[in-house]
């Protein structure tokens, strides 16, 4: 930016300066630097070589890459609609001004969120335990013979914890889109005759619209980004029900630290990241049109 003409204005660059070195230090080189090691394979006889596409093709061959994704893709199709339903839910019922103990409600189904994920598995995991455990004891009062942690049933044990830690995180997004609504909006569709499921249906809801998106899109990052959880389960589920596999990022985490492959791993990555953004591209997207309408 030019001042009286003659010369440049660096002011605004500065303040963005700090950001920027951040930004270019801790993403963007990282993401080259990761593109770049995909192309090559360490090898035990001749080193580091260039080997073009050939991880790329070896993924895309790979049974245990799209068992992971499969999984997630199922995770996110069941877990995110459920979660987001709740939050959306709870913030519709505090807008309402009906709910006693709205600041306390309003804390406590955002402290999941502040728990880190590490602390919640851990918790969840000793809560799960069949034998030790708040299902064991269900077990024994009833003599019933419940495992939550069993193979068939442990993705969505995992969904009901992420569900826990996520669903008062996406509550305030919404209850924040719900607070920029007039009340007298409120009021004088009130007065016109409208109910109160009117009142949601025709203003609150379409309000929730762009947050919604949002949400969605996050969540689905998330969802794809599963380590955590079934990271910390995995020593606390019997059997070898949590794969290395088990996860396209517990897939790549364990094939660079214990099975040095980090360059296959730093492919798979990558192409994790295309999957993700395309379809978070194609939500938003689809957001835009249906705001458009």
């Not at 001004?97 to 728990?115: C, D, E, N, Q, W």
């Not at 049933?153 to 997004?173: D, P, S």
Request: hydrophobic share 50%; charged share 10%; net charge positive.
């Amino acid at each position: 930016m030019k001042m009286g003409g003659s010369s440049w204005d660096w002011r605004g660059w500065k303040f963005m300066l700090p950001f920027a070195l951040v930004f270019v230090f801790v993403f963007i080189v990282p993401i080259i630097y990761a593109i770049w090691i995909s192309f090559y394979q360490t090898r035990m006889i001749g080193g580091t070589v260039f080997v073009g596409l050939a991880n790329y093709v070896r993924l895309i061959q790979d049974a245990q890459f799209w068992s992971s994704v499969r999984r997630v893709a199922l995770f996110t199709m069941v877990q995110v609609p459920i979660m987001l339903f709740l939050s959306a839910a709870m913030a519709l019922a505090l807008d309402s001004m009906k709910l006693h103990g709205s600041r306390f409600f309003r804390i406590s189904t955002f402290l999941p969120y502040a728990v880190p994920a590490v602390v919640s598995t851990l918790i969840w995991g000793f809560v799960y335990g069949a034998k030790y455990g708040l299902v064991g004891s269900i077990n024994d009062f009833f003599g019933t013979s419940l495992d939550v942690l069993a193979p068939s049933v442990l993705l969505a044990a995992i969904g009901n914890i992420v569900t826990w830690e996520f669903t008062g995180y996406n509550m305030l997004i919404f209850y924040s889109s719900l607070s920029t609504i007039p009340h007298s909006l409120y009021e004088a569709a009130s007065i016109d005759g409208a109910s109160e499921w009117q009142i949601v249906r025709r203003i609150k809801l379409p309000e929730l619209r762009g947050s919604l998106a949002i949400t969605v899109i996050f969540s689905i990052i998330g969802s794809f980004q599963l380590f955590n959880e079934p990271s910390i389960l995995q020593n606390m589920v019997p059997g070898n029900a949590v794969t290395t596999y088990y996860t396209p990022n517990m897939y790549a985490y364990n094939l660079s630290f214990s099975g040095n492959q980090s360059n296959y791993a730093a492919a798979l990555a990558i192409v994790m990241a295309i999957i993700t953004m395309g379809i978070a591209y194609a939500v938003q997207l689809r957001s835009m049109r249906e705001q458009m309408k």
